[in-house]
Structures are given as C-alpha cells and as structure tokens.
C-alpha cells in the first residue's frame, strides 16, 4: 500500500521484534515502536496497556481487526488504518480501555492525558469505503451505559 515503507515488520513475526531490541507483545504489555520502524498489525495482539508510536504502525487490510489498549499515542510518528486514496475495506475496532483506577498518564509541561485515550501528535489516517451516509439520526434517546442502540 502507498505509504509503507519497503522495509517493514509484521506485527505476528517474533524475529521483527527482537531486530529493535523488543519482545512480542503479550497481554498488558508497554509496547514503543521506535522511529525508523514500521509496524504492519496483520494479527490481533492481546489485549495491550499502551502503545506509543514514534515510527509507524499500520494495520494490515488482510482481515477484520480489533485493537484493545488503555492509551494509544503517536507521538511523531504514525498510525495508519487506510489512507483517502486506498481506504480499509474490512472492519476495524479501537477499543480503548481503562477505568478510573486507569494509571495517569501526564504530558511533559501539559496536562493528563488519562484513561481511554487516543493522543496524536504527528500522523493519523483512519480511511473506511464509503457508506453513501455521513450522519445517522437516531430514532431515540441513548442513555450513558446503553450497549445497543
């Protein structure tokens, strides 16, 4: 895909991790993807405590796709699940975790990011085929803690 570097690593390849001195993430990991490295998520790791992306991490359009993690910051780099030109045509769920027990997470000179987050400051692309539907008007009220609609 237009955007992905020649020299890449897959997300499921033990090998990868271990070239940039790091361990296959397990459940509750910390995971850093390093500048100069681009992640290909072409499996669902477990469940993950954070995430913080100064290379790239992409999310391979191979399948659908869950991503469960308390914080996810981009921090420089990028974070890419389909682009405008090629957008994601499976389906894809961040799941961000946490509660109120949730480990702070304070920015340098800044305020707190918390639980449940999704910080960027470099590079998002999240690009789905289009539905035809840009607005959906509910038929009823949600009220906080409802699962369905």
Known sequence: PPGRPMNFHLWSNKSA????DSKMPTE???????????????????????????GGLEVMDNADHKLEVEILFVQGGKFEVG???VPFTNKFELVLTGNHFTEDMPLP??????????GVFGFLDMHGIDTGKQFVKLAADVN????SL
């Open 17 to 20: 991790w271990e070239s940039f």
């Open 28 to 54: 509750g990991s910390t995971v850093f993807i390093p500048f100069g490295v681009w992640m290909v998520m072409d499996i669902d790791p477990p469940p993950l405590k954070r995430i913080f992306v100064y």
């Open 83 to 85: 682009t405008p030109k």
């Open 109 to 118: 000179n800044g305020p707190n990011v918390g639980a449940k987050a999704l």
């Open 144 to 147: 906080a803690g409802d699962s």
